[in-house]
């Protein structure tokens, strides 16, 4: 989801001297541009990867696979073979080589140039919940499944060269959501049971530290601003706290500003081109668009209204076109009023949001 790392480190120097003019607030709001419904069966789906260079977008839509997606043209071009109950994915592209997460604990390993798949192999975990590629340490890293007895979660690291697994990191949370790099070989992690953001030192597989969140309760997604070091974590919040978008220093935790958002944020993206965050509020059917007025100072700019459930997404930041997916689903409640959701076969759709 984040194979632009590279792009925007190199670009950190002529970020920092764009003027905040160019916020979201001056640019004109999101419109729905396009939407192509994919043949489907009931399943869900999880998180997307975008390979820019290419206009390819991965879809890990779970028990039909791992689908490539034409972002350019678009339209479907494949699924993947052997790609079934797929969660999460993601790209080394200077190694050619992707990797892919299932719900039972299998590893996929594909290359992104021709989109054949390499091989798919048992990994020592028994499913995979968010993945990605820290191109500091040359390694993937894939949250694994949750030991709710012992109250902790692993994270898996793989070689973006071999794709062999090299070692695990053990968090204290039950409930990890998707990873992000810095840049500088630091992997962060939302702890949404907790409401902290673990840190892990990619290169020495260790955890290096927590970030505490406040009352930014249940953080279920984030990403980072690179050039200026600021992280942006999403939170579902809790009970009378509501859904909030917390902005953190990178380095050392500190607090820096706190913003409203939609319910049921499960991504958050960053557009260094426009200096603007975006959060995917599956639950509320909202897009938030905050304004980056400079590293300290931040504002509500927009809301835009999306389709439910559309929750997980890529934005690309050469163009800034947002990627979101969904699908028509019915909720029912047993005698307990506890909901229970069906997706319906043949509407999962690629959603283009642009400007």
């Excluded at 043949?39 to 490539?68: C, E, M, P």
């Excluded at 070091?229 to 706190?258: N, Y």
């Excluded at 557009?271 to 668009?289: C, H, P, R, W, Y």
């Excluded at 929750?311 to 019915?330: H, I, M, P, S, W």
């Amino acid at each position: 989801m984040h194979q632009a790392i590279h792009h925007r480190l190199a670009g950190a120097a002529l970020i920092l001297c764009t003027s905040a003019s160019a916020s979201a607030a001056d640019a004109p709001g999101y419109h729905l541009e396009k939407v192509v419904t994919i043949k489907s069966s009931d399943t869900g789906w999880d998180y997307n990867a975008l390979d820019a260079q290419r206009g390819h977008l991965f879809i890990a839509h779970r028990a039909d696979g791992l689908h490539v997606y034409d972002t350019r043209a678009g339209k479907m071009i494949k699924t993947l073979k052997h790609s079934e109950d797929t969660n999460t994915a993601a790209l080394a592209l200077e190694f050619d080589l992707g990797i892919a997460g299932t719900t039972e604990g299998d590893v996929i390993l594909f290359r992104p140039s021709s989109l054949k798949t390499i091989k798919r192999f048992k990994s020592s975990t028994g499913g995979f919940d968010g993945a990605t590629y820290d191109p500091a340490s040359r390694r993937f890293a894939m949250v694994g499944e949750a030991d709710t007895d012992k109250g902790t979660t692993p994270v898996l690291f793989f070689d973006a060269r071999t794709g062999q697994q090299v070692g695990e990191v053990v968090l204290h949370s039950i409930k990890v959501d998707a990873p992000r790099p810095d840049g500088q070989g630091n992997i962060y992690l939302p702890l949404r049971d907790r409401a902290l953001v673990a840190r892990i030192d990619a290169r020495a597989l260790k955890e290096a530290g927590e970030l505490k969140l406040g009352t930014c309760l249940q953080p279920s997604s984030l990403d980072l601003d690179l050039a200026n070091q600021r992280l942006f974590v999403g939170c579902r919040g809790k009970d009378k706290v509501a859904p909030q978008l917390a902005v953190l220093d990178a380095r050392d935790g500190r607090a820096i500003a706190s913003l409203p958002i939609g319910r049921g944020v499960d991504e958050v993206m960053y557009d260094a081109k426009s200096a603007t965050i975006l959060t995917a509020n599956g639950q509320e059917a909202t897009m938030s668009v905050i304004a980056q007025d400079s590293p300290e100072k931040y504002r509500l700019a927009q809301t835009i209204g999306t389709r439910p459930m559309a929750r997980t997404g890529v934005l690309d930041e050469a163009t800034g076109k947002v990627f979101l997916v969904n699908a028509q689903y019915v909720e029912s409640y047993n005698d307990a009023g506890e909901a229970s959701t069906r997706f319906l076969p043949n509407t999962f759709s690629v959603l283009t949001y642009a400007r």
